[in-house]
């Protein structure tokens, strides 16, 4: 198994510009979010999904949209990116809710926005 | 402000010596998990602790959780300089099976000496 993987690895933006982080999973997993991470503010959820079809926002969706079309794929949308958004993005999975099993990450993307 | 404060910020110690780290939280948990990063790599799982639960071990490593103090602690016996890492803790949070969020403290920095 592959587990969970992202790409690009290192995107370069302009200030207004949008474009899609890629997420996928082939673990059969359910549960599946997204994350950004700044320095000394550790991990913060953008948005997660418990399934095909269903999302949810978490502590930082603004300027971001997400869609859950397959079990496999969980894309994230950056629709008119900003310097703020320059941070490092994590995708992770899991089989079932956070409250009940581990959660696999994916290895990050890396974004610059200019 | 975050739901995991992690103390101390940075940790240097000796090749062998055992680390301890430690997590305070705010509110009720369903359950804490630690988390171990490596440079410019994604979170692997380390353990998860349930909120009825006061001790775990797993090789190495030994948490506790405390619900009355709110604070979680990770042990890492006869430190490896592989140990060399930035270590989160998270807590589980939420009401609805399978909809529970998992929110993140801003992270211990362990280096290990050889």
């Known amino acids: 198994n592959a587990g969970v993987t992202q790409t690009p690895k290192f995107q370069v933006l302009k200030t207004g510009q949008s474009m899609t982080l890629q997420c996928a999973q082939d673990?059969?997993?359910?549960?599946m979010s997204w994350y950004r991470q700044d320095p000394g503010m550790g991990l913060r959820l953008i948005h997660y999904?418990?399934?095909?079809?269903?999302?949810d926002q978490g502590e930082v969706p603004n300027g971001y949209n997400v869609s859950r079309s397959t079990t496999e794929d969980f894309p994230l949308r950056l629709l008119s990116a900003a310097p703020s958004q320059t941070s490092v993005y994590f995708c992770?999975?899991?089989?079932?809710?956070?409250?009940?099993?581990?959660?696999?990450f994916g290895p990050g993307t890396r974004l610059t926005v200019l | 402000s975050q739901q995991g404060e992690e103390d101390p910020q940075a940790l240097s110690i000796q090749e062998g010596e055992n680390a301890t780290m430690n997590c305070s939280y705010k509110?009720?948990?369903?359950?804490l998990q630690w988390y171990r990063q490596n440079s410019g790599r994604g979170l692997v799982h380390l353990i998860l602790?349930?909120?009825?639960?006061r001790e775990k071990h797993s090789g190495r490593l030994r948490v506790t959780l405390d619900t009355s103090k709110k604070s979680s602690s990770l042990l890492i016996t006869a430190s490896r300089a592989a140990d060399t890492a930035s270590y989160f803790c998270?807590?589980?949070?939420?009401?609805?099976?399978?909809?529970?969020?998992?929110?993140f403290g801003t992270g211990t920095r362990l280096t290990i000496i050889p």
């Open positions: 992770a999975s899991s089989h079932t809710g956070v409250g009940m099993g581990t959660q696999y």
């Open positions: 673990m059969n997993h359910e549960y």
């Open positions: 999904s418990v399934g095909a079809g269903i999302t």
């Open positions: 509110t009720s948990i369903n359950n």
């Open positions: 602790i349930r909120s009825n639960e």
């Open positions: 998270a807590t589980a949070t939420g009401s609805n099976f399978g909809n529970e969020k998992l929110t």
